[in-house]
C-alpha cells in the first residue's frame, strides 16, 4: 500500500487553465509533479497517478484506441467509476480524437434490472462505438449492449490487448470539437446528452479557477463526488487538473457508507477545497463523532464549496457547528449556482464571506412572485408574517456570463421579482445530442432558458427552485421545498425523508402530494404522524395535503444523488394503481365468498 500522495506544491509555474483544450491543459500539467491520487474505503491511498505518468498512459491507450480505425469524433461509453482507468480512458479519447460519455456507475434501490434499463437507454441516446466498465460492471455492460451497434464492449485490460497503431502523431480533440457528452442529472426528466466543446469547457473552468475560486500554488482538493456528474466530473477531476493541483479522491460509495471518511482525507492530506451538495453536509454532521473531532484538524479548509440543489441554510449551520472544534471556518462555505448546460458554473458567493441569508415573506413570494425581505417589511410598514422562506446568495455570475430574470411573457423583471433565470455565454452547451426540438426549446438567440426559478438582489443570483417543481393550488404557487421542510422539523423526519408534488384528480384539479421516510412500524405511530403532517400543512399552507408514508430508502435519486421529484411522483402513482387494484381483488375476493341469497 503507497503512504503518500503526489506532492501539493511544486515548481512548475501555475496556470488557471488558459489553454485552447484539454489535452494542452494535460500536456501542461504533465511537466510538473502533482497528480490524482485514489484512496480506498478504509482510507488507504492505493493509487498515485502523477500527471506525467497519466499523460504518457493516455497517449499509449490512445494509439490502441486509434487503431481500431473508428471515424473522428466517435463516441466511448465510459461506466464512470472513481478509480484511474476511467480518468486514463477519458484523456485517451481526448488525444485519439474520440468523445468520452461518462454514464453512472451505480447501482440504486431499483437493482441490477433497473441499471441495465438505465445504462441501456443512455447507450442508445449516444450510440457509441465503444464501451468500457470496470470488472464488477462489465457483465451488466454487455447486457445493456445487447443488439445494439456497439462494436467493442471490455474492460480496460480488454482494450490494453489492443495492438498500438503506428507512431504518426495523433490528432487530439480541436477546440470547436466536443470535449465530452455530458448526461444531465435527470431530476426532472430522462437525462439528456449535454454537447460541450473544447472551447466551452476550458472558458469554465478558467472563470472557475481564476475568479471563482482563486485556485492558489498551495491549494489541494479532495473529492467523493462522481464522476458522472457535472460537479465531480469538471469540478473536481478536469479543474484540478488545468490548474496542476493534486486532488485525491475516494469513491461516492464508500462516502455514502462513511461520510467521516472525506472529513479523515481533508484531515490527512491537508485539503483546502472540496465542494458538495447539502446533503453532504448534513450527512457528515449526523455521523461525526465527538472522538472524531479530537483527531481532525479542518483548519486548512478555506473553500467548501456547496451548490447542485437548492441550498439549505440548516445543512450548512449543522455542518458548522459540528465542525467548529475541528478548525472548520464557517466563511470556507462558498455558494454557487450551475449546471451541466453551461459546463458547470454560472456564478459563486466571494470568497470569505459568511454565506448570507435572504429571509422573505412567503405568501407575497407564493401569490406576487415578489421576495418581499421580511426584515425590510417589518422596518418599515411594521407588517410580519408568519411564514418565511430562507434562500442563500449564489453570488455574481463569471466573467463573460450574462444572467437575467424573466417573468412568463418574458419580460426581464427587476431586483426582488422572482422569475425563471436565462443565461448566456461561452461556457453554454451546442445543445442536446440528438434532440433539435428541444434544445430549440431551451436555447434562443444564444440565451439559455435554465428552468430554474430565481430573483437577483445587486447582481447576485438567488435560487427558489425548479420552475417543474412548482405547485400550483387554486391559482397559488407554493414551493414543494416549503412542504418538505414543515415535514422535517417533525423529530421523526431527517432532512430529505420528504418529497413533495402535485397529481391532477379526475376532476383535473391539482391535488399537493408528500411522501414520507418513516422508520415507525407501528400503525398508530404512522397514524399519528400522518395527522400531525397534514394539520401542520393546512396551518401553515392553507391547503390540503396527501401524505404517503414509505419505508427507508424508498425515496429515489437521480443519477448526482439528488432526490427526484418527478421520480417520488412516479412512484407513488404506482402505488396508488396497485393499491386500486389490490382494493379491486379484495372487493372482487369478498362478493365471491358472500352467500348468494334468493
Known amino acids: ?96 480524437g474520440l468523445t468520452p460519455v461518462p454514464v453512472p456507475a451505480a447501482v440504486h434501490l431499483g437493482g441490477r434490472e433497473a441499471y441495465i434499463r438505465q445504462l441501456r437507454r443512455l447507450i442508445q441516446s449516444s450510440t457509441p462505438m465503444l464501451a468500457m466498465a470496470p470488472p464488477d460492471y ?15 464492449i471490455g474492460d480496460a485490460a480488454h482494450f490494453d490487448q ?39 469547457v476550458m ?39 488545468a490548474t496542476q493541483r493534486s486532488v485525491d479522491y475516494i469513491g461516492t460509495r464508500d462516502f455514502a457508507m462513511r461520510p467521516r471518511l472525506w472529513l479523515n482525507i481533508m484531515s490527512q492530506t491537508g485539503g483546502t477545497v472540496s465542494f458538495s451538495p447539502p446533503f ?6 449526523r455521523r461525526v463523532r465527538e472522538s472524531d473531532l479530537e483527531r481532525l484538524d479542518l483548519s ?65 413570494l407564493g401569490q406576487q412572485q415578489i421576495a418581499r425581505s421580511v426584515d425590510n417589511c417589518a422596518a418599515t410598514d411594521g407588517h410580519t408574517t408568519a411564514r418565511v422562506n430562507h434562500f442563500v446568495r449564489c453570488g455574481h455570475s463569471l466573467p463573460g456570463m450574462d444572467v437575467q430574470i424573466r417573468d412568463e411573457h418574458g419580460k426581464v423583471v427587476p431586483d426582488r421579482h422572482c422569475g425563471t433565470i436565462f443565461v448566456r455565454g461561452p461556457s453554454l452547451m451546442t445543445g442536446y445530442l440528438d434532440q433539435p426540438e428541444i434544445t430549440a426549446s431551451v436555447l434562443s438567440d444564444g440565451w439559455l432558458n435554465t428552468g430554474d426559478m430565481g430573483y437577483m438582489i445587486d447582481n447576485e443570483i438567488i435560487i427558489t427552485g425548479r420552475q417543474k417543481d412548482m405547485i400550483i393550488i387554486n391559482g397559488r404557487n407554493i414551493w414543494p421545498q416549503d412542504l418538505e421542510y414543515i415535514a422535517e ?34 400503525p398508530a405511530v404512522r397514524n399519528d404522524l400522518a395527522e400531525r403532517l397534514r394539520a401542520a400543512v393546512h396551518a401553515e399552507m392553507g391547503i390540503e395535503c396527501r401524505i404517503d408514508l414509505v419505508p427507508p430508502h424508498t425515496l429515489p435519486r437521480t443519477s448526482s444523488g ?21 382494493a379491486d381483488r379484495q372487493q372482487h375476493s369478498n362478493r365471491q365468498a358472500s352467500p348468494v341469497s334468493h
Open 203 to 241: 472558458h469554465n473552468l478558467n472563470g472557475i479557477l481564476e475568479h471563482g475560486l482563486a485556485m492558489g500554488a498551495t491549494d489541494r482538493c479532495v473529492s467523493w463526488l462522481p464522476f458522472y456528474h457535472d460537479m465531480g466530473l469538471v469540478g473536481l477531476l478536469l479543474a484540478p487538473m
Open 489 to 522: 422539523r417533525q423529530p421523526e423526519i431527517r432532512p430529505e425523508d420528504a418529497s413533495a408534488f402535485a397529481v391532477i384528480e379526475n376532476d383535473k384539479r391539482e391535488v399537493a402530494v408528500m411522501v414520507v421516510q418513516c422508520r415507525q412500524a407501528d
Open 300 to 364: 486548512a479548509w478555506r473553500v467548501a464549496g456547496v451548490g447542485a440543489e437548492t441550498i439549505r441554510p440548516s445543512s450548512l449551520h449543522n455542518f458548522a457547528t459540528a465542525l467548529q472544534p475541528a478548525g472548520f471556518n464557517p466563511n470556507a462555505f462558498l455558494a454557487c449556482y450551475g449546471m451541466a448546460e453551461v459546463s458547470l458554473a454560472i456564478s459563486f458567493a466571494p470568497l470569505g464571506r459568511e454565506v448570507i441569508i435572504d429571509t422573505v415573506d412567503a405568501d407575497h
Open 138 to 152: 462489465l457483465d451488466m455492460l454487455r447486457c445493456a449492449c445487447s443488439g445494439l451497434p456497439v462494436q467493442h
Open 162 to 200: 489492443l495492438s498500438a497503431s503506428d507512431d504518426s502523431p495523433l490528432q487530439p480533440l480541436q477546440p470547436d470539437e466536443l470535449a465530452y457528452l455530458q448526461y444531465t442529472s435527470g431530476s426532472t426528466q430522462f437525462p439528456r446528452g449535454v454537447m460541450i466543446t473544447q472551447s466551452a
Open 1 to 96: 500500500m503507497l503512504s503518500i500522495g503526489t506532492p501539493t506544491e511544486h515548481s512548475l509555474p501555475l496556470k488557471h487553465a488558459a489553454f485552447a483544450t484539454l489535452t494542452d491543459a494535460l500536456e501542461y500539467a504533465s511537466r510538473g509533479e502533482t497528480g490524482y491520487n485514489f484512496y480506498d474505503g478504509r482510507g488507504k491511498l492505493y493509487c498515485r497517478l502523477p500527471y506525467a505518468d497519466l499523460y504518457q498512459q493516455a497517449r499509449s491507450t490512445a494509439r490502441r484506441l486509434r487503431s481500431l480505425g473508428l471515424p473522428r469524433g466517435s463516441r466511448m461509453v465510459l461506466v464512470a467509476e472513481t478509480c484511474p482507468d476511467f480518468v486514463r480512458f477519458f484523456y485517451a479519447c481526448q488525444l485519439a
Open 562 to 582: 439528488k432526490l427526484s421529484r418527478s421520480g417520488a411522483k412516479q412512484d407513488y402513482l404506482l402505488r396508488q394503481q396497485q393499491r386500486s387494484e389490490q
Open 280 to 285: 453532504g453536509y448534513e450527512l457528515c454532521a
